[in-house]
């Protein structure tokens, strides 16, 4: 049977693109801005905010759990905590939709309140393995069990019953990733003395940042190999904010990518965020031969910004550092695009956490690419891409999205340098990241054409 609330859409050979574009909030920033706020006492005032299906889901979350959060006409949004320790019982269970990152930092910050939550979202992200994050807190205390209906011990739905006091540690990521150091930092600050996350390879600092500028006692000490150890000191005290989110540099990564792929184009993205543990990508579009200068280079909120100017370039596979990958994890797809579309070889190794992600996204786009007449090649952690040297691909193929906004992004981008249309099976998953994406899409093109 058809479902009825699927969108389709076709994307074609573009016209330059042209014009400047503000793009949406950053996501990780607006989980986060929105999480402590609601463990402030007062008021936090927010603008910017990404107004997507994801970070609607935390701001839900919170409210379920005893914050005032409301939007104002203007766009601003208004939030009142109830201090650290003072969250309530929800009534029902919190549903997450298609967010890993509220499912997982949500987790944490249960953990160490008492309270119990349950924990659901969408097919997608039911899915999706929760085991990184439940192993760390439940040796701070919680009791982290599936409900019925979970595919497996960890995986949604999950109960998590949180201890007050839990119980400080000292835990070593086996794996990269900031949404795992995230909630063991925010269950933290509930939690008496020190806890210490070591961090062997870096990832994106935005729950650092931010808890220091909140008011949370944090300190990050850095090993001559570049471990951080970061320490924070519990049973917190918070200070509300006014925040202004930049914006998202992976919601920018398609524009970047479809300025450097359409001939002709020359496009301005305004205010995106340059956090360095999130500006892979544009360091390695340079490293192929991109045309993106900084323009207004400035800070806001404790984070770099600046304003991208990026013009059509003739780009050359390279053989992309593994080591970069922490810092653009979520911008592959659309560098494989790039690379499609390059001269000779890109190589990409070290992608294992793109295998868990809304979908496999290494095995989702070696079927993509390939479809629409892609030279690509599959590797356990890894694609080998074969480009063109700029010639457009062929298209001309119906792409299955998994219900993943990056992979429909990703193709919707690659329709734009492709002969024949490319049609993604339904693009509402884009609205859980970048509502207006298409919008901003036909802007850039409409741009062109005025005289």
Same mark, same amino acid.
């Given at each position: ?44 005032? *927010?603008?910017?905010? !990404? ?63 008492? %309270?119990? /939550? ?14 990184? *994050? ?9 009791? %982290? ?14 109960m998590v019953r949180g201890l007050a006091p839990a119980i400080p540690l000292s835990y070593r990521l086996p794996v990269a990733s900031a949404q795992v150091k995230s909630a063991v930092l925010l269950a933290a600050l509930n939690t008496p003395g020190i806890t210490e ?13 931010? !808890? ?9 000490? %850095? ?33 970047? *990518? ?55 370039? /003739? ?46 996204? %290494?095995? *989702? ?31 001309r193929a119906t792409i299955a999205g998994h219900l993943d906004h990056r992979i429909c992004m990703s193709f919707a981008i690659a329709g734009l340098a492709s002969r024949a249309p490319v049609t993604i099976d339904d693009m509402a998953p884009v609205a859980t990241s ?5 919008? !901003? ?11």
């Amino acid at each position: 049977m058809t479902d009825q609330t699927t969108t389709p859409r076709s994307f074609s050979a573009s016209v330059p693109l042209k014009g400047r574009v503000a793009i949406p909030g950053d996501k990780s920033i607006s989980h986060r801005s929105l999480m402590l706020s609601a463990l402030a006492v007062g008021e936090s005032r *927010v603008t910017g905010l !990404l107004e997507g299906h994801d970070v609607l889901a935390t701001a839900a979350a919170m409210r379920a759990m005893g914050a005032t959060i409301e939007r104002k006409d203007d766009g601003e949004w208004r939030i009142h905590g109830v201090g650290v320790g003072g969250l309530l019982q929800p009534r029902e269970a919190l549903d997450m939709g298609n967010s890993g990152t509220s499912t997982r930092l949500l987790m944490g910050l249960v953990a160490s309140h008492p %309270i119990t /939550a349950t924990f659901v979202g969408d097919a997608s992200l039911s899915g999706r393995p929760m085991g990184r *994050v439940i192993d760390p807190l439940a040796q701070m205390g919680a009791d %982290i069990s599936a409900s019925p209906g979970a595919k497996g011990t960890k995986t949604l739905p999950l109960m998590v019953r949180g201890l007050a006091p839990a119980i400080p540690l000292s835990y070593r990521l086996p794996v990269a990733s900031a949404q795992v150091k995230s909630a063991v930092l925010l269950a933290a600050l509930n939690t008496p003395g020190i806890t210490e996350v070591i961090e062997p390879v870096p990832t994106r600092d935005h729950s650092e940042r931010m !808890l220091r500028g909140f008011g949370a006692e944090l300190a990050v000490e %850095i090993e001559a190999d570049g471990t951080r150890h970061i320490r924070i000191m519990g049973e917190a005290e918070l200070n509300p904010q006014t925040i202004v989110v930049p914006g998202d540099p992976s919601s920018a990564a398609f524009f970047l *990518v479809a300025a450097l792929l359409v001939p002709g184009s020359d496009v301005v993205i305004a205010n995106v965020g340059l956090n360095p543990t999130r500006a892979g990508l544009i360091d390695v579009l340079r490293q192929m031969g991109g045309d993106i200068t900084e323009v207004d280079a400035r800070e806001v909120g404790g984070e770099p910004v600046a304003d991208l100017r990026v013009r059509h370039s /003739a780009l050359k596979g390279i053989s992309v550092d593994p080591a970069i990958a922490p810092s653009m994890i979520d911008e592959f797809p659309i560098l494989f695009v790039a690379a499609a579309l390059a001269e000779g070889r890109t190589t990409t190794t070290g992608l294992d956490e793109l295998r868990v992600k809304e979908s496999d996204r %290494i095995a *989702v786009m070696a079927t993509g690419l390939d479809a629409i007449g892609a030279r690509v090649e599959e590797s356990a952690d890894g694609l080998i891409i074969d480009g063109t040297g700029g010639d457009p691909l062929p298209g001309r193929a119906t792409i299955a999205g998994h219900l993943d906004h990056r992979i429909c992004m990703s193709f919707a981008i690659a329709g734009l340098a492709s002969r024949a249309p490319v049609t993604i099976d339904d693009m509402a998953p884009v609205a859980t990241s970048f509502p207006n994406f298409e919008a !901003l899409l036909a802007g850039l093109q409409g741009a062109a054409d005025t005289p």
